[in-house]
């Protein structure tokens, strides 16, 4: 007996009309306000579909705009913009943790205006060095010369002791093969 389960149900796969819905839904909701026309351009479909999606999530978006209101408004009463402008102050004025202070001042100039869209936008992380196309891992040596000064107390038969001092010289290497991920 086989069971058959559809897309939806087993969550590996979407179907290309529930990808694009998703792909509305986010440029629908981006800061950026985009036109009908700019996001069916960018989705690929037609600028009736974009209509359709926004007719559809229209009662979710209208829910959240009520309950960010209601957000808002609490927020203006417990932590009013007097309180948050004397503690933002307070950070960026503050020798101990210089990156606090750092970031205070960004955000203080970010509310002033004086920084622009793209200032304001973090540095996408990039790596470092990146190995060449069709590379599977890195071979990593590590080589360290070592140098071992000793001196052995040795007491002889008729009593006396001598001093032997010894230097060994050798060369540590430790040799890995990393997978790459």
């Known amino acids: ?12 796969a979407m179907s290309r009309a529930e990808k694009r819905g998703m792909q509305i839904t986010s440029l629908l909701s981006a800061p950026d306000k985009l036109t009908d026309i700019q996001i069916a351009e960018i989705v690929g479909c037609s600028t009736k579909s974009v209509q359709r999606t926004r007719n559809r999530i229209k ?15 609490l927020l203006q009463r417990e932590v009013p913009l007097e309180y948050r402008a004397r503690r933002l102050r307070e950070l960026a004025e503050q020798d101990e943790q210089k990156m606090v202070s750092l970031k205070a001042l960004e955000r203080i100039d970010a509310i002033d205006g004086l920084m622009g869209r793209q200032e ?19 071979d990593v040596t590590v080589s360290q010369s070592i140098q071992i000064k000793a001196t052995a107390n040795i007491l002889n038969v008729d009593g006396r002791s001598e001093e032997h001092p010894r230097t060994i010289e050798g060369e540590a290497v430790v040799s890995e093969d990393a997978e790459s991920e």
């Not at 007996?1 to 590996?12: A, D, F, N, W």
């Not at 979710?60 to 808002?72: C, F, H, T, V």
């Not at 304001?120 to 890195?138: A, C, D, Y």
């Open 59 to 73: 009662p979710a978006l209208a829910e959240i705009e009520d309950k960010l209101q209601e957000y808002r408004a």
């Open 120 to 138: 304001r936008e973090e540095v996408p992380r990039v790596p470092m060095f990146q190995l060449p196309e069709g590379s599977t891992g890195v």
């Open 1 to 12: 007996m086989s069971v058959q389960t559809s897309p939806k149900v087993s969550g590996l």
